[in-house]
């Protein structure tokens, strides 16, 4: 069975940082593309980062540009995102994301396998 388990949320003031953490487990995720996405209530679910299976720099979305850092542990199959600079609009659930291909895509329909979400809120 394949799990995704997305912890390190919490609340912060606005200009701290926090560090997420996305565990996978029930399958071998090293040849897979990997990425977070967040929603806020009433809106759609959208991307913020991805990291191709080959690792390296990741894709960003403009609003987490320069902010946000993904990264992979291979070994540990584990997903990262460093949160920086955090503002009161980051405020939202945060999931993690798994697809079979290679290639780190932006869209929600790119991804088979999803995490349960952590709340992560900003305070101004």
Do not use: H
């Amino acid at each position: 069975q394949v799990q995704l388990i997305e912890s390190g949320g919490g609340l912060v003031q606005a200009g701290g940082s926090l560090r997420l953490s996305c565990a996978a487990s029930g399958r071998d995720f090293s040849m897979s593309a990997l990425a977070w996405f967040r929603q806020t209530p009433g809106k759609e679910r959208e991307f913020v980062a991805a990291i191709s299976q080959i690792g390296g720099a990741g894709v960003y979305a403009d609003s987490v540009k320069g902010r946000f850092t993904i990264s992979r542990d291979i070994a540990k199959n584990t997903l990262y995102l460093q949160m920086n600079s955090l503002k009161f609009e980051d405020t939202a659930v945060y999931y993690c994301a798994a697809r079979s291909g290679l290639v780190a895509l932006t869209s929600t329909r790119g991804y088979a396998y999803w995490g349960q979400g952590t709340q992560v809120t900003v305070s101004s």
